[in-house]
Each structure stands twice: as C-alpha cells, then as structure tokens.
DNA sequence: AACGTTCGTGCGAACGTTCGCATTAACTAT
DNA sequence: ATAGTTAATGCGAACGTTCGCACGAACGTT
C-alpha cells in the first residue's frame, strides 16, 4: 500500500503550518483567499485524504452510526430490510457517516453488552434500532448512558426517545374502507396474539372503519394467531365454514404471510379470491405481487422513513437535542390488487 | 455521558506504568502473574474499556470490514440478503470485527470512489465484494491496491483473487437430474442472455445432465431473457405451444421469478404444475414455499458462505497471505416440492 | 568477584490530527 | 503619534493508546 500522506507534508508543500490546512480543511477559522487557494492546490497536488482514524480520536467523534436488527426465520424473509438499509446508509453518507452492522443476539444480557461494547470503546456515534418491544432493553441501556438514537418503532408511552412508526391502524382503516367500498359487508380480521403492540394498533383500524359503517363485527369475525401462513390457511378455513349469514366476504390480514394462507384456504373451496373472497395483507413483501392472483397489501414507506430516522439522528448529533416532534407516524399506502378486487389483466406485462 | 477512563487511570491505581497495562492487554510481552493480576483487578474495578479510536491510530488497523451490494428493484427481494449479512457480522464479531455498509452506487466511476474514500481514509481493513462482473472496476481497484478483499462470486480467469462461489453448474445439472428421475425426457430450460456468465455457467450444467441421458436438446428448449415473472410466463407459453412430440414435460428455471412466471402460464392452460409441467427454480427465495404448489428449488448455502468469506479475509488480514484454494465452489440444495414432484400435503402444516 | 544472559518493567516517542490560546500585522479612530 | 480592534496564522498540547528500545535486577557460569 502506497504511504498515506500527512498533514504535515501538505502544510510544508503549502508553506503553512499544519494547523492551517486543518484549518482550511474543517473550515472552523478564517483563512484569507489566497492561503486557502494554495492549501487546497497542495491537498490537490499531494492527493492528501486526513485520516479518519485521527480526526477521530482528537474531535471525539467516529462518524459511525450503527444498527442490528433480528434475523427472520429461514423461512420468511424480511420484506423491507434491503431498501432499509439501502436508505439509511445512502443518507448517512450524505452526513460523512457509515453505517455499522452487528449480530442481535437472541439472549438479551447479550444484546445490551453489543450495545454497551460500542458505546464503551468509543465506536459509533449512535444507533438506529427497530423490533421495539415493551421495557426494551437496548432502549433502557441507551437513554441511561446518554447515547443518541432513534427508533423505528415505538415502545411504552413512559420511555421517551425519538421514533418513527408506521400507523398500521390507520392502514388497516384504509384496507377495510377499501373492502367496504368493493360492497363487502361482511369483513372478518386475521390478527396476532393480543399482547401484540404493533397488531393492536392495526387492529383498532380495522374497528374504526366497521364502526364508522355502522357494522358491529361478531366476535367469530377477528381471529387471532401467529403471523404465518398456516395460520391463515387455517383461520380462514374456520371463518369460510361459518353459516352464511355470518361468512365473511372480506378479509384483512396484519401481515402478508397470514393473506397467503387465507388465499390458499379460500382456493381450496373453488372460491375465486378477489371476488368470492376480497383478501388485503400488510408489507407489500416483493413477490406478492407475483401471486395468482396478485395479492392487496399496505406498503411501509421504507426509504422515507430510513432516509427520517438518519436525519433526526443527524440533527441530535449536531445540536444535542432531541427532535419535535419527537415522533413521527407514516402513512403506508394500499396496494390495491386482484386479490381484492377481482381484476387482473394476466402476467404478461408485469416486471 | 460518564467519562470515559483511560489507561492511565489503571496504571496508576495498579501502581505500574501504563505502557505495562498495554502489555497486559495485547499480550504481546510478558509480564509477571502477580503484576498482571494486579493490573486486571485495577481494570476491573474502574470498567476500563480501551479506546478504539486510539488504538486504531496507533496500530494502524480499524478492526472494520466494509461491504455494498446493489440494491433489489422495488418488485424483487434480494432473498439472501439478511442472511448474508447475519453471517458476515456474527463471524466478524468472533474476530472483534465489525462490519460497515455502505451505497452502491450505480455510476461505476462514484461506486469506485466510494471504495476509494475507505481506502484512502484508512476506514476499514478490508472489503468483501459480490455481484462481481467482468472487469468489476472495484476488483481492479482493490488489486491495484492491494487492499485486502474476498469475493463471493467469480470474474474473468485473469483477474486472480479469493472467492467464494456456488456451483450453479453443479446445481442445474441436480435440478435437471431429479426431473429426469421423476420420468420427465423433454426437459426444457429458461435462462439468461448470453453475456451472462452465472447464467451459462448454470447452463452447462443442464446440458451435461442432458448429455449423460443421452438427449440432445433441440435449440427451442432453450429460451433466453431476463429473470424476470412475465419472461417466464411468455416463454413458458412458447414451450407449451409446441408440438407435443417436442413440448416439454419438464423445466429448470434459472431463477425463481422465471419459475413463478412459469407456473402461472402452466396454470393458465389448465395444466397442473408438478405433474403435467414439473418446473424448478433457483434461489429458493423464502416465499417459494407458499406458492401452490410450493416451488422446488435450489438453495445457496448462504451462511456457510458468508462465515467462510470472513474467515478467509481474516486469514489474510493476520498473516499477509492469499488463501489456498483461492478459490473454493459450495454446492447448493435442492428443495424438492411439489412443482416438480406432483405431491403435496397442504398448507395446514407448513410454517 | 566479574561477566554474560534473561526477564520484567519503564520510558520516549510516535500515530495524525484538532482545539484553544497567543502573537503579529494591519487598519481605524482619536 | 498613540491606542484599540480585528483578522490571520502559528504554536503547544492534547486525544489514548502501542511500539521499540533502554535499563536494572536476578540468576548462572567461570
């Protein structure tokens, strides 16, 4: 490897003192015209790049901010990590920042001491974290030790950090008003257990729109299980087997994976989806486009919210506050498809 | 944030110099029991950790790994991804490794520099690259270099560094073996155009299984274009508009999204997938198992690999050498279901 | 006792920059 | 001419550690 030049060697080939061409290079003091002309010229000639390591150590500052998140089962994949991250680092870059990645330990002791290991030597200027859960520990860990971060989700109303969030409730309401708006009358729930946070909030969507039609869901009507796609081919199995009266025409599901087995349940019976049965999902996971027929789902603003939550970690790095509001909530958008509406054009001219 | 203790504040209470207390944790000289004990009790006792910053000043090394991918179109998941990087940073964090990601950027000029700026700023130790292509600007830069890196995917034969690959040849010639053994003699294929090295090399791979059945595919089996769903759909109507002396019964895909397309065009003719069109893919993207029916397809090892990249960069990080084989080729699996094999249970117990 | 060797520890300096203050020159006002 | 102010630049030291050498003590051999 060619040796680095030094600051030193731009100084001499300046006629300055290194100090100087710091100056000029952090733009903290006033240099007249001229001297900068011939600094910038010797950066130039020399091909000089500062060592971040140094600047580091000096400014107190590892221009490094860092993220790790949990790893889905071999089975799903995560619909949202590559344009996740895409946005983030590509934001962060525009700030000088990098970001770092690291393993989320299933054991939680270990978690916090990934944290605490970056924190204690001094790695990383911040994090990003997402999957927030109630009395999280990394949460606890960060906002005890004084560590900027920003969150992609949000925690109990008693910790106070700055996040984003996706309103799922809202997109729920948006999913059965489109149901509504189909004719559907009858639109049963696939939810997640109920001490799920993230799926009770999409679920009071669901509510809200039935309510403002004037329906009352029976109870038959929300079913609640794992987000995968046995569960929804089985659910939905007991919810087609309903006396008629009761037998949903419309479902919304929290996530994709719940929407496919509902799609395969409701095939199962000769019933044609989007017509016989109106089925949303949540993600807009990239190939449920690709199903027969397409499936309706809620896409996440993801590079909006990545691009957000760099930002807002930025600003807190910049001023030492924290950001107002300090919460955001993201509208996600429905994706509306044959698995709703019954219409498909064929597979010809998709991508 | 609490103040950070220093080397020196160990020193002191150990009753040593601090250049000892280094000695201690670089272990790079010896020191006696009874002053060690000392010291580790003094940096137990004040939570030392030392700090990354200045060690990496002075030893000239990052202990950073630096890794960017191009990003999935909208309507594609990268269907490794998450597992990719899940295991390049957990070996990493084995090595007290971290790893930074970071655009890629689709001007190659700008991707190059963006290369360059953690070479030149002495961010990182050594790269790991992927979705290499002939000439890959970042293979040369790096070489040019000589910067520390490994590959997971393979160049032109000339350009000589380690990487990692997986035997596409080595996969279709499985895939195209297993539909031969599920009685299929008119097997076809949908691949890439021919500027496509992965997808000739998988290729080859079908037209060796053919070869050693004693067929010789006639030049309609073969249909090129983009690994996309609706090029499979189109293709696949083609092959199903031949005669049937020469309609094939079988099909190996190049990728899952052509095997989607194909399943779909299959379907739209009334054929059942698995037994009147037996049909495999490549990638088994996680959703490919909840497609109906679940789609046969073959499987990277991709922790393995991630692991075994790392490992080999830190190999070549620690002693200076390249390592032996420099190349090395993993076997993919394939995931047989019922698109190729005709059975299948049913969703209720699929996850 | 004198000499040679080995072990254990301390020291000086380096790594490459930035921070905060001091100094000097130039300009303006009285 | 003198005093005060401002702008521009240089300097000393700091950041927190590791590297390489020097030195003293202890031990073994002659």
Redesign the pocket.
Known sequence: MAK????????QQA?????????V??G?????????ARIRKAIHDLG????H???S????RSYTLAYSWPPSPRDQANPILDQFLQSMFTEAEQHGYYLLTFPYHADPAARVAAYQDLIDT?RVDGFIISSVEYNDERVLCLLENKIPFVAFGRSNPELVFPCIDVDGGAGLRMATRHLLEQGHRQIAALAWPEDSRVGNNRLEGYFSALQEAGITPPPDWVVRGEGRVSFGFKATRRLLALPPGQRPTGLVCLNDAMAIGAMHAAQERGLQVGVDLAITGFDDAPMVQYLNPPLTSLRQPVWEIGRQLIQMLMDQLDTGEQPDPLCSLYQPELMVRASSTGQFAGFENVS
Do not use: D, F, H, M
């Open positions: 680095r030049v030094t600051i030193k060697e731009v100084a006629g300055v003192s290194y100090q100087t061409v710091s100056k290079i952090t903290k003091a006033q240099v007249t015209p001229e001297t900068e000089y790049r500062p060592s390591t140094a600047r150590l000096r400014s107190n001094g």
